[in-house]
């Protein structure tokens, strides 16, 4: 138990599973360290269900309308000269029933761990209204311009690269503390020997290679990719999230393994050979702390593309510009080699630190001052 006992509320966002999957994490690894920790979706800090209808937006362009979502991530997120649109109207929609919570709940640091979050904590922070400190997780390996704000007192980050990012762009004390990703995806699954057996039964002698799109089924040309992976002698195993239609639609081919929304993804991780995503998110970072080599392929736009070009300039993974490189590299990732095993070192290392640790420790040297 840490010698000194804080309240942490940490502000995570439903879109997804990433961002609440990180959040869970955060407050079970408090609590362990004998902390008091609570949640909030800051969705449903906005008024009239917006945060309803912003979800079901954002869900519908990342799977229907993907051109579109580019454009809303080129002029929203990314840097550029003169004014830019941001999130700020949004973020201000939120702040009363926020303060309210805090004046309820009595913490002792907000944790933002969504970009809208960090942007409200900053705003309320920088004037005044937000009288405790705003420690924000950043979850993101490419780190866009929404999760800057002055305000916030400090920033955690997955990768030193990250945080140097934070530093320069706003000069405000920013740490790299590594992705936060259960316990139960480092050390041995009991999950694994099941899942072997179950994916060698389904196609024996074809050694299995997990595709993710995410919670939500989004990606582009999921089918052909598994085509692509089965006809180059591998087993396509598709996590499609909670999207029953491409679950359906893959299930009736029999090259591929579909699964949908899967609770044992240690055990399913555990019994593969490499993970081909499109996204750097939340199942790459997972598939890193396993110890399965990631290769990233037909990535979403906006973050998910940044992301993966970002995991693979840092040496963490690899990304498949085409179908030839994507065959290239499972043939070299899939088997024992010091290629693949570099990738394995540098996966295990991105977990060096932990964020609540950090957390816990920025509030006993408060206390001390």
Not at 28 to 55: N, S
Not at 148 to 166: I, K, Q, R, S, Y
Not at 177 to 206: D, E, I, S
Not at 310 to 332: C, K, P, T
């Amino acid at each position: 138990m840490h010698p000194l006992s804080a309240r942490f509320l940490v502000v995570s966002a439903g879109m997804g599973a990433g961002h609440d999957a990180v959040a869970a994490e955060l407050v079970r690894r408090l609590e362990e360290r004998g902390q008091g920790a609570g949640r909030v979706d800051v969705l449903e800090l906005l008024p009239h269900r917006i945060g309803a209808g912003l979800r079901s937006f954002y869900r519908t362009t990342i799977r229907r309308a993907p051109v579109l979502y580019e454009g809303i991530y080129r002029a929203f997120f990314r840097p550029g000269r003169g004014p830019r649109p941001g999130s700020a109207p949004l973020a201000a929609l939120a702040e009363d029933r926020l303060l309210a919570l805090v004046a309820r709940e009595r913490p002792d640091v907000v944790v933002p761990v969504f970009h809208l979050a960090a942007q409200l904590t900053g705003r309320l922070r920088a004037r005044g209204a937000l009288g405790v400190p705003s420690a924000v997780v950043v979850t993101d390996f490419a780190v866009h311009r929404q999760w800057l704000h002055p305000g916030n007192d400090l920033h955690l980050c997955v990768t030193p690269d990250a945080a140097d990012t934070v530093r320069r762009a706003l000069g405000r004390p920013s740490v790299a503390t590594g992705p936060v990703v259960a316990a139960r995806f480092f050390g041995p699954a009991r999950g694994a020997a099941r899942w072997r057996r179950r994916l060698g039964a389904l196609a024996p002698g074809r050694p299995p290679v997990l595709l993710s799109v995410g919670a939500w089924g989004a990606g582009t040309r999921v089918a052909d990719t598994a085509r692509l992976v089965s006809g180059a002698g591998y087993l396509p195993v598709v996590l499609c999230g909670r999207d029953e239609r491409l679950r359906a639609e893959l299930s009736r081919r029999p090259e591929v393994a579909a699964l949908g929304w899967e609770p044992d993804m240690p055990g399913l991780l555990s019994a593969v050979r490499a993970e081909v995503d499109n996204a750097a998110g939340q199942t790459a970072l997972e598939a890193l702390a396993t110890g399965v080599p990631v290769i990233g392929y037909r990535p979403i736009p906006g973050h998910g593309r940044e992301g993966v070009r970002r995991m693979a300039a840092l040496g963490l993974s690899d990304h498949a510009r085409d179908s030839w490189e994507l065959v290239r590299l499972l043939d070299a990732l899939t088997e024992p080699s010091a290629w693949r095993e570099r990738r394995i070192a540098a996966g295990h290392r991105l977990f060096a630190d932990d964020a609540a640790v950090r957390l816990t420790d920025a509030v006993a040297r408060a206390a001390v001052r």
